[in-house]
């Protein structure tokens, strides 16, 4: 059984339902696939806008945990936009994640979510 983790992110008015809507999905997608989320692996980040990075500690908190050696193989997310809505940046923790060994999935798409795949799934 893969360990994996959630990221779970919403900037809108609906804060709270959004959040508990995107966790649901994405422990139903773990169970689905036999992987186990532990509930310090669940990050989340409430109000703060995608273009900002810095002010987002559950963002920073998952980021922290992959180095030495991330505990979690998987990391859950609705849509990859949730990572952050700058390109680079987004690219560079997705790389970030790959060098650790996390596969990146996105329930919303149903697959995982690689480098060379396109940057809206």
Not at 1 to 27: E, F, P
Not at 44 to 53: E, I, M, R, T
Not at 100 to 105: N, R
């Given at each position: 059984?893969?360990?994996?983790?959630?990221?779970?992110?919403?900037?809108?008015?609906?804060?709270?339902?959004?959040?508990?809507?995107?966790?649901?999905?994405?422990?139903?997608?773990?169970?689905?696939?036999?992987?186990?989320?532990?509930?310090?692996?669940?990050?989340?980040?409430?109000?703060?806008?995608?273009?900002?990075?810095?002010?987002?500690?559950?963002?920073s908190r998952l980021m922290n945990v992959l180095k030495p050696r991330p505990?979690?193989?998987?990391?859950?997310?609705?849509?990859?936009?949730?990572?952050?809505?700058?390109?680079?940046k987004m690219a560079e923790a997705l790389e970030q994640l790959a060098e650790?060994?996390?596969?990146?999935?996105?329930?919303?798409?149903?697959?995982?979510?690689?480098?060379?795949?396109?940057?809206?799934?």
């Open positions: 059984m893969k360990d994996a983790a959630i990221y779970a992110r919403t900037s809108t008015a609906h804060i709270n339902d959004g959040l508990n809507r995107q966790i649901d999905h994405a422990k139903a997608y773990a169970a689905e696939q036999g992987w186990a989320v532990a509930d310090e692996h669940i990050f989340v980040d409430a109000g703060p806008s995608g273009v900002q990075y810095e002010e987002r500690p559950g963002f505990p979690f193989h998987v990391l859950i997310m609705a849509e990859v936009s949730r990572l952050g809505r700058d390109q680079v650790a060994g996390v596969q990146v999935c996105c329930y919303g798409a149903g697959r995982e979510r690689t480098l060379d795949a396109p940057t809206h799934s």
